[in-house]
């Protein structure tokens, strides 16, 4: 048997390591693998491609049944070997851009759905990095963007009719200062300290992402803001997000949010550099911290809301508002009853609602962030967040 095959093979043939409810399908996932093979050699028959399409469907009922933090991490890397087992049995088919494209939609899904393998853990990863490049240079992806950047002057009048205290701005301050930040829990915002980093050269130019992932999947959020009883999740390629929303021919706001899309796609992740900052902690064995994109048109917003762990938020391009709340004054924010939401306020720091009287008391802290700015958010601070126009964030969540 080739070893390449005998390889892959062993990726799923760990049975010990199945939970009960998933050996039917690791069982479906071996047949449909070893009748892959005739006198040791690698042959895909029509029907192969049905059978593992019958997989992923089973494995994806089963990844959407309960409550995604229950979902058997047994069945999520399940789906993550299925996937690779569709990559080679459509490769196996042919090599035309539109299959290459199937290919990329299958280890995407792979790695937005299911869990890394035991042993190589970046096997869809890898796999999806050197098709993409196939996939990116077959197809057509320029798109011009002579589009000056334009403030919107509603946002900006808005933002200016809250009052709040500016946020300390400092310029690359050393670990010690920001320490004292640190250590308080208070916001900063600091200047000049990616300036090294490529991102902010190489990704305000879209074809430039587009080159790199166009044929990528992401997520999508589409609706004004999370918490909107409209909103909704959607998977698209990276292309299609950006001529549909980015650019702006959809009416609907798209905003492709809180991703960890550097670990998707390590070919954009050499981009940007973990700040010097994250290196303090609360703990004593810190994690590295969670990196997330925020990309999106002018316009996105995301409401009033707190999360566990520090955070520092990279502006690559485009303009942000923050309005931050101590968390002091969560009493005064009207957090929402339900254990989703239980993190996001129902004021709106725009509008002054009477059904929420005590907002009076809460004290706004201000801050806009430009391209190479950066804030600092200590762990459980409020903040709402509106882009002015086309813009790209990065976070980093650290303990
Ligand atoms: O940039 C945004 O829209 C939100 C960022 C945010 O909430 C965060 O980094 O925690």
Request: aromatic letters at 10%; glycine letters at 4%; charged letters at 25%.
């Amino acid at each position: 048997m080739d070893p390449r095959i005998r390889a892959l093979y062993s990726f799923i043939s760990n049975e010990d390591e199945i939970s009960e409810s998933v050996k039917p399908v690791n069982k479906c996932l071996n047949i449909t693998f070893k009748s892959c093979f005739e006198n040791d050699k690698f042959v895909i028959k029509a029907d192969k491609q049905l059978e593992i399409e019958s997989v992923l469907d089973y494995l994806h009922d089963e990844l959407n049944t309960g409550h995604w933090s229950e979902v058997p991490v047994s069945v999520r890397r399940a789906f993550t070997a299925a996937s690779f087992v569709k990559t080679v049995i459509l490769l196996h088919s042919s090599n035309t851009p539109e299959v290459l494209q199937q290919c990329l939609k299958a280890l995407d899904m792979g790695l937005l759905l299911g869990a890394p393998l035991e042993i190589n853990t970046d096997l869809l990863t890898n796999c999806a990095t050197y098709l993409s490049k196939h996939v990116n240079e077959d197809t057509e992806t320029r798109v011009t963007t002579n589009e000056k950047r334009k403030h919107n002057s509603e946002g900006l009048e808005k933002f200016e009719s809250v009052k709040g205290v500016p946020v300390d701005v400092l310029s690359c301050p050393s670990l010690e200062t920001f320490n004292k930040y640190f250590t308080t829990k208070v916001p900063l915002k600091l200047q000049d300290c990616v300036s090294h980093w490529p991102a902010l050269t190489t990704w305000p130019d879209v074809n430039y992402l587009l080159k790199v992932a166009g044929e990528r999947t992401v997520p999508v959020e589409i609706g004004s803001h999370y918490a909107d009883e409209n909103w909704r999740q959607k998977l698209m390629t990276l292309k299609d997000f950006i001529r549909s929303h980015f650019l702006g021919e959809s009416p609907n706001i798209g905003y492709l949010a809180q991703h960890n899309l550097f670990d998707q796609i390590p070919e954009l992740r050499k981009d940007i550099h973990i700040p010097d900052y994250c290196c303090l902690s609360d703990v004593e064995e810190a994690e590295d911290p969670d990196i997330n994109a925020w990309f999106g048109p002018g316009g996105t917003v995301s409401p009033l809301h707190h999360d566990p762990k520090n955070n520092i938020l990279v502006q690559v391009f485009g303009t942000k508002h923050l309005i931050l709340y101590s968390p002091k004054d969560s009493p005064y924010l009207y957090p929402h009853d339900s254990l989703l939401l239980s993190n996001t306020a129902r004021v709106d720091p725009f509008q002054h609602d009477p059904q929420f009287p005590d907002f009076t008391k809460a004290r706004a802290y201000k801050s806009t962030l430009e391209p190479g700015d950066m804030l600092y958010i200590p762990p459980k601070w409020w903040h709402h967040v509106t882009a002015l126009d086309k813009s790209f964030s990065v976070s980093f969540w650290w303990n």
